[in-house]
């Protein structure tokens, strides 16, 4: 009888912790609520900086950036030469308005609009600029979030 009750408590306590196991990996690892808003917060002070190699650290290295006029740059050595291009040729002060962000086990998302002022280096010339922005972020092995996709409209402006 004493052998019967330990087997059913063992199975029991296996049973448990089985459970307890699935639901563990099972569960959606949420990002903390400021996980996007530091990364996105960490780009527009890169960009801003000209700190180009700490920028190509929030990207996978397989990531694609979609510029407003549907040209991809694939991969962090074509991203590397866009942002390397801009970084000489502009000065930006840009700034995001999430409207949605969402996390999904390794995936996550910002969707929002941003407006821009670009200083042309060269003559001092300002253009400013605004539409909107999507970022799709990937869990790395590590935990850290990068970029995987990230993607920008330009809003144009209609001349009455």
Do not use: C
Not at 29 to 47: C, G, M
Not at 59 to 64: F, G, L, R, S
Not at 133 to 155: C, F, S
């Amino acid at each position: 009888m004493k052998s019967m009750r330990t087997k059913s408590q063992l199975r029991l306590r296996g049973l448990l912790l089985l459970v307890v196991s699935i639901a563990g990996l099972a569960g959606p690892v949420r990002a903390q609520p400021n996980d996007i808003q530091n990364l996105e917060d960490s780009w527009r002070r890169y960009l801003h900086d000209k700190q180009l190699e700490k920028a190509m650290d929030l990207y996978t290295d397989d990531a694609i950036f979609f510029e407003p006029d549907g040209k991809r740059a694939t991969g962090k050595a074509e991203i590397r030469t866009l942002f390397r291009t801009v970084m000489k040729t502009f000065n930006s002060d840009i700034h995001f308005k999430s409207a949605a962000a969402d996390v999904s086990g390794k995936l996550a998302y910002d969707s929002g609009d941003f407006e821009e002022v670009l200083t042309t280096r060269a003559t001092g010339a300002k253009i400013n600029s605004r539409g909107s922005y999507l970022m799709v972020l990937k869990r790395q092995p590590d935990g850290k979030w990068k970029i995987a996709q990230h993607m920008w409209t330009q809003a144009v402006s209609v001349s009455p």
